[in-house]
Antibody, heavy 121, light 107 residues
Framework: QVQLIQSGAEVKKPGASVKISCKAS????????IHWVRQAPGHRPEWMGW????????EYSQKFKGRVIITKDTSANTVYMEVNSLTSEDTAVYYC??????????????WGQGTLVTVSS | DIQLTQSPSFLSASVGDRVTITCRAS??????LSWFQQKPGQAPNLLVY???TLQSGVPSRFSGRGSGTEFTLTISSLQPEDFATYYC?????????FGQGTRLEIK
């Protein structure tokens, strides 16, 4: 069965960086796109970007361009997201989610369990 | 960016009630709209995709309708496990955007 297992919770100081992993199993890693979504406490989810696990192409929300980097390691079936220059507003649960395509479109069915990132001095 | 506005933001209902949540998009998103259920401490759980296709394993009391800019999620007979927060998500245009959520609580 498809599983996305994310790395554990992180506590960071303002100005630091964090790198979260999302390890995929149960399917052919390079055939699918992975998206990243975050959710601050009490807020709606917020889309951050995606990576094509096949060719490594990545696209980002304009809000995060230049501060977020999404990468992959095919040998490890793992996608990474690094967020730089952290502030308290980056305190959130970060999720990875895999694309599923159909004839009529696409959707995000499979989600990681989430990684809580807390930014505090 | 496409704005998604859900109504109501908060809903108090009883077991057995029929409830409908509306999601309105600021631009046409065709049928590229999904509905999720989220419980505290959990990842969003996909209920409906393509505006009206029920995800496998989701109870048939859930249904989705709509296209373009107006969408609904209906729960025909609320069960205790349905009390949660519900979000719509548009996948038509980047950046993907979510509605602000509808919190469904037990009356």
């Amino acid at each position: 069965q498809v599983q996305l297992i994310q790395s554990g919770a992180e506590v960071k100081k303002p100005g630091a960086s964090v790198k979260i992993s999302c390890k995929a199993s149960g399917y052919t890693f390079s055939n699918y796109v992975i998206h990243w979504v975050r959710q601050a406490p009490g807020h709606r989810p917020e889309w951050m970007g995606w990576i094509d696990a096949g060719n490594g192409n990545a696209e980002y929300s304009q809000k995060f361009k230049g501060r977020v980097i999404i990468t992959k390691d095919t040998s490890a079936n793992t996608v990474y997201m690094e967020v730089n220059s952290l502030t308290s507003e980056d305190t959130a649960v970060y999720y990875c989610a895999r694309v599923t395509r159909t004839i009529s479109g696409w959707y995000l069915k499979y989600w990681g369990q989430g990684t809580l990132v807390t930014v505090s001095s | 960016d496409i704005q998604l506005t859900q109504s109501p933001s908060f809903l108090s209902a009883s077991v057995g009630d029929r409830v409908t949540i509306t999601c309105r998009a600021s631009q046409d998103v065709s049928s590229y709209l999904s509905w999720f259920q989220q419980k505290p401490g959990q990842a969003p759980n996909l209920l409906v995709y393509g505006a009206s296709t029920l995800q496998s394993g989701v109870p048939s009391r859930f249904s989705g309708r709509g296209s373009g800019t107006e969408f609904t999620l209906t729960i025909s007979s609320l069960q205790p496990e349905d009390f949660a927060t519900y979000y719509c998500l548009q996948l038509n245009t980047y950046p993907l955007t979510f509605g602000q959520g509808t919190r469904l609580e037990i009356k």
